[in-house]
């Protein structure tokens, strides 16, 4: 029996909220909930110095940088600094925030996998600005 493939349109970008990102961030769900690969991905671009909030993943999430040059940092750990063709592997349950350098953009893709068991993010406050200077 032949395996039928579904074709999206091309998806549109939105502005991340105020309530999950600092500055100003642009989401494009690349592939949404589905059961077949019980996962989400998105393409997230970042202006300089945006951020996420700090939050964590139930199942955690992989990172694949695709331009540019910025941040990840675990709670209580010194942050990354990450590039283009980088990844990060980020352990379910583990508290994070990502974002931009202060000087340009940055895009990753964000894989999130078996959002059915317990959701995708679990978002948490904002990083301070203090902390944020202090990771670069």
């Not at 300089?48 to 996420?52: G, S």
């Given at each position: 029996?032949?395996?039928?493939?579904?074709?999206?349109?091309?998806?549109e970008a939105t502005r991340g909220p105020a309530t999950s990102f600092s500055g100003t961030v642009w989401v494009t769900t690349l592939v949404g909930p589905n059961a077949e690969t019980d996962c989400i991905v998105s393409s997230v671009t970042f202006d300089?110095?945006?951020?996420?909030f700090w939050?964590?993943?139930p199942n955690g999430q992989l990172l694949v940088v695709t331009k540019g040059i910025g941040f990840y940092q675990e709670k209580g750990k010194p942050a990354r600094l990450i590039r283009e063709g980088d990844s990060v592997t980020i352990p379910p349950m583990v508290?994070?925030?990502h974002g931009a350098g202060p000087n340009g953009t940055f895009t990753h893709t964000a894989i999130n996998p078996n959002v059915s068991k317990g959701g995708a993010v679990n978002w948490l406050q904002a990083v301070t600005d203090e902390e944020y200077r202090i990771a670069h």
């Open positions: 029996m032949a395996q039928q493939s579904k074709i999206n349109s091309a998806p300089p110095k945006a951020r996420t939050h964590t993943h508290e994070h925030w």
